[in-house]
């Protein structure tokens, strides 16, 4: 196993030669997101040990930490010429779990993996492979997995030799949240009918595969987090009841549901203290976070002293302390720990830091549907009015926290003003917000984007002749939308793995993705056509006059690169201005090499058509 990092073994920072963009790129860096599992995990039963995603080797792999016996130091685990993108632990924290899939097509299995000697354990090796829906550490070292199959769903058990077999069953997609340490008993968000944005509660028994417990909410979404640490009866749930999250504790045999009420303006998200008598909150406002400790039987909230960063995970550790995994727009990721002797880091990365950047201050504007937050990024080298690029994040269901961006930097880099447009269909501004694009998606978000250029062009910030478009997954579907139903308003647009003809996308998308759209649009396609045509971007393509750099992954499921394909023969069958690369890759860019090459070439593309200058 290769060790990296700790006091001992520090690695001297140099200064490097390239550009300060791309070196923040290969700068070595924590993850604070991935696809198909948490970005960090934590051993249960132990305070300062878990695996975590960073890319070290050049590619995001699995790092193990133990804070406990080596502060700072990190234990590669997985080294895999795709990367690897989804990551557990046992609750004794002596292995890792890892999801082994193939180029990035998230199609696969899990693997445990000795944190000592590296020897690794198939997990399931008689059921075929499958897109994941979660995994549950047990206490014998085994797991519980979710299973998402073109069925439906299905939870498996695994022993602690990895043989297991399917023991429920169910045509609704759903996703595994947690498990009872003794197997007893899983914890599942499922969809309803399909329905991925409105999720209900189920409480599985695994011997038999019974569904002892549901709970729904017509039309809005429940989260489950996690049975109580001592009482499997009780389970802690995210609601939207008020239409902002807030947390309460479901006792699923009485069905008595206790609201966790407070003061605390924002979205609420909770987890367990260790204990059960007390939680931790995150709140979110605005595109940060704070956190707080809840006492269950007093009600009393008391402030814990973090850092003011955006939060990208949470979790209270058996010795009280809390541990954040943290960012802002001008600090880049890292692990920290707070507890009755302040901050500290519990991870430190050798290699250069990545070059800093410029924090980002809030914007608001009046739209359509209301008032509208987004991130303003400004290049500190040029004046107003600048050059700008909207960098449109992707989900919808997502949204922009003020966390570290090297896209967003880059641009920044180049004298760009970058802007983040938090339009309706993203998460963290309630229910309704979240729920108001469907019936024109595409269009909804649009006019939020739009709400914002009109402020900061009429405020002088943005030059109107000089604006340009880019974003990722549905980012890239609302380039395109922007480059056809918009075609004026745009110099260029770069579109990475966008959904592009939501028809064909609908025809090769794997059955949970299908369920998703659905759940967007209303309906299947086979019920509303003309719904599916009206939010595709190829439905506007031959009113498109922006060039365009579009990206595409030849192993993705999100977004099928056969529907990216149509669409870019369509504009080069009328002479458009289009480049295009068709990336051996899935939805996920995980090799540094892959992600500078292309981010070079999408800002070499901006340089051109968007220039800095006069």
């Known amino acids: 196993m290769l060790i990296i990092g700790g006091d001992s073994a520090r690695v001297p920072r140099v200064k490097t030669q390239m550009p300060r963009w791309e070196q923040r790129v290969r700068a070595p860096q924590l993850m604070s997101f991935s696809l198909i599992g948490p970005a960090v995990s934590w051993a249960a039963d132990r305070s300062d040990s878990g695996v975590l995603l960073a890319t070290l080797s050049g590619r995001a792999e699995v790092y193990a930490f133990d804070a406990t016996e080596h502060p700072g130091r990190l234990t590669q685990v997985t080294d895999r010429a795709q990367g690897t993108t989804g990551a557990s632990m046992t609750r004794d924290g002596s292995a890792a779990f890892w999801f082994d899939d193939e180029a990035g097509d998230e199609v696969g299995r899990w693997q445990r993996q000795s944190i000592d000697d590296g020897s690794v354990v198939a997990l399931l090796p008689s059921l075929t492979p499958s897109y994941t829906g979660g995994i549950a550490p047990l206490g014998d070292g085994g797991a519980v997995v979710g299973r998402l199959v073109e069925e439906g769903f299905e939870l498996a058990v695994a022993d602690n030799e990895g043989a297991g077999d399917v023991v429920y069953r169910s045509s609704e997609p759903a996703h595994l949240v ?72 479901w006792n699923t045999q009485s069905d008595a549901q206790d609201d966790v009420v407070t003061e605390l303006d924002g979205e609420v998200t909770a987890d367990w203290y260790p204990s059960g008598d007390a939680l931790l909150l995150t709140v979110l406002k605005d595109a940060r976070h704070r956190v707080y400790r809840y006492d269950r039987s007093s009600g009393a909230v008391t402030p814990i002293a973090a850092p003011d960063r ?24 890292s692990l920290i720990k707070v507890d009755g002797d302040g901050v500290h880091d519990l991870v430190v990365l050798p290699g250069e830091e990545p070059a800093s950047t410029v924090a980002s201050t809030d914007v608001y504007a009046d739209g359509p549907g209301g008032r509208v937050h987004a991130l303003l990024s400004l290049p500190p080298t040029h004046d107003a009015p600048y050059p700008t690029v909207f960098a449109v994040h992707g989900g919808p269901t997502g949204q922009d926290l003020d966390a570290w961006n090297a896209n967003v930097a880059a641009l920044v880099d180049l004298g760009y003003a970058v802007v983040r447009v938090n339009y309706r269909g993203s998460t963290g501004y309630g229910a309704a917000w979240r729920d108001a694009l469907h019936g024109r998606l595409g269009f909804i978000e649009l006019e939020d984007i739009t709400a914002v250029r009109d402020h900061l062009e009429q405020t002088g910030v943005v030059d109107p002749a000089r604006v340009s478009i880019m974003g990722g997954s549905w980012g890239g579907f609302l380039t395109l939308m922007a480059a056809g139903t918009q075609p004026t308003k745009w110099r260029s647009g770069v579109a990475f793995v966008p959904l592009a003809d939501q028809i064909t996308s609908a025809e090769d998308a794997p059955s949970f993705m299908k369920a998703y759209d659905a759940a967007l649009m209303g309906g299947t396609i086979e019920e509303i056509p003309e719904v599916y045509r009206a939010a595709s971007p190829i439905t506007y393509v031959d009113d498109v006059q922006a060039p365009l750099f579009v990206t595409a992954g030849e192993n993705d499921p999100r977004c099928p690169v056969r529907q990216v394909d149509t669409y870019v023969d369509k504009l080069r069958a009328r002479g458009h201005d289009v480049r295009y690369d068709r990336l051996a890759t899935g939805h996920a860019m995980v090799d540094l090499d892959m992600r500078v090459i292309e981010l070079r070439k999408a800002l070499e593309f901006l340089a051109e058509t968007l220039p800095v200058g006069p």
């Open 178 to 249: 947690d498990a009872t340490p003794d197997g007893s008993m899983a914890l599942i968000g499922f969809a309803p009918a399909g329905d991925w944005l409105h999720l209900g509660v189920r409480v599985i028994r695994l011997e038999d595969g019974a569904v002892v417990a549901e709970l729904r909410d017509e039309g809005r979404n429940l989260s489950p987090v996690a049975f109580h640490p001592a009482d499997r009866a009780s389970v802690l749930v995210v609601h939207e009841r008020r239409d902002r999250l807030t947390p309460m504790v």
């Open 310 to 333: 955006a939060i990208a995970a949470a979790s209270v550790r058996p010795d009280g302390s809390v541990h954040l995994l943290v960012s802002r727009s001008n600090r880049p990721v």
